[in-house]
């Protein structure tokens, strides 16, 4: 179990790694920064002030080096694009990001674990084909995607619902469905599975004998 814990550890900081480097990579991939800070109608001299000021200037090992050493002490820099703190900008947006993720963890569980259930007690029925054509179709379809036709459907074509936003419930109505529908497959499969297992299991065997 400790070895199995300590094997997860080492892939989660090389996950970590390898998207920072990535990102890293991409974000000066993408033009000078310094100019995109300054604006078009800065000067040269506004433009390196500019890339001296965020330490652009420096070799691109020793930027990355340096923001992963203030990352590793939670201080991640000052946004290129919002005139805030980096970590400011997470910290007011958590409360609505960990609300949006509890409401979609509880929508994933409300139907896979029923679903689930279900479809273990009338195995191989329509109700166990449906259920696993529900699964299949959740986890082959883009969550973006779905996202979008919730969207063009409740909130363009209905106008049931807000197309985005936070301010009243139901603005967490939409990304709320398509994030638990993403997740619910794996949590149904599970509960299925389990499920059979259970029912397949000699004591429950004896029980149903003995009526």
């Not at 890339?51 to 000052?78: E, I, M, N």
């Not at 997740?183 to 003995?210: F, H, I, Q």
């Amino acid at each position: 179990m400790l070895g199995f814990a300590l094997r997860r550890i080492l892939v989660a900081i090389c996950v970590a790694l390898t998207v920072s480097v990535a990102s890293f990579l991409l974000l000066h991939l993408s033009g000078d920064l310094a100019t995109a800070i300054a604006g078009p109608e800065a000067t040269g001299e506004q433009i390196a002030a500019v890339r001296a000021q965020h330490g652009l200037d420096q070799p691109l090992v020793v930027q990355f080096g340096t923001w992963a050493w203030h990352a590793l002490h939670l201080d991640f820099g000052r946004s290129f694009y919002f005139p805030e703190q980096v970590t400011d900008l997470l910290a007011a947006r958590m409360p609505v990001t960990l609300t949006l993720g509890v409401i979609a963890l509880a929508v994933a569980l409300l139907v896979a674990i029923p679903l689930g259930v279900l479809a273990a007690f009338y195995r191989d029925t329509w109700i166990d084909r449906t259920a696993l054509a529900v699964s299949v179709l959740g986890q082959a379809m883009p969550s973006f995607w779905f996202g979008l036709t919730l969207i063009m459907i409740f909130s363009v074509n209905l106008r049931w619902l807000p197309v985005s936003g936070n301010a009243t419930w139901k603005h967490f109505i939409l990304p709320a469905v398509a994030l638990g529908y993403y997740a619910m497959p794996a949590v149904m499969r599970l509960t299925r599975n389990g499920m059979l297992e259970v029912l397949s299991s000699d004591y429950v065997r004896t029980a149903r004998a003995k009526g």
